[in-house]
Nanobody, 121 residues
């Protein structure tokens, strides 16, 4: 069974930094399109940053220049370095990945359980 486990959320003051981690574990043949989404209270889930199939990155306009996504393919882990945090970055952050498991040719969509990020003074 495949799991995505996030860590690194918490409470931080405006202007501060946090680093989120997401590790995929289980019986995995291949991972693709690992990335981060977030959902604030009363709002829809939105893309924060993600790798594309070609290896490039996509960022939400609101986080460009402040957040950086990176990954360790050997560990099936993706990171999100968040700097210059603002109160509007407060949300539950979810890890997402397309993962292929044994005996399946298709990639399936997997989500982590979410980690709370609160930016407040």
């Amino acid at each position: 069974q495949v799991q995505l486990v996030e860590s690194g959320g918490g409470l931080v003051q405006p202007g501060g930094s946090l680093r989120l981690s997401c590790a995929a574990s289980g019986s995995i043949v291949s991972t693709d399109n690992m990335g981060w989404y977030r959902q604030a209270p009363g709002k829809q889930r939105e893309l924060v940053a993600a790798f594309t199939s070609g290896g490039s990155t996509n960022y939400a306009d609101s986080v460009k220049g402040r957040f950086t996504i990176s990954r360790d393919n050997a560990k099936n882990t993706v990171y999100l370095q968040m700097n210059s945090l603002k109160p509007e970055d407060t949300a539950v952050y979810y890890c997402n990945a397309h993962i292929r498991v044994p005996r399946r040719y298709a990639f399936d969509d997997y989500w982590g359980q979410g980690t709370q990020v609160t930016v407040s003074s």
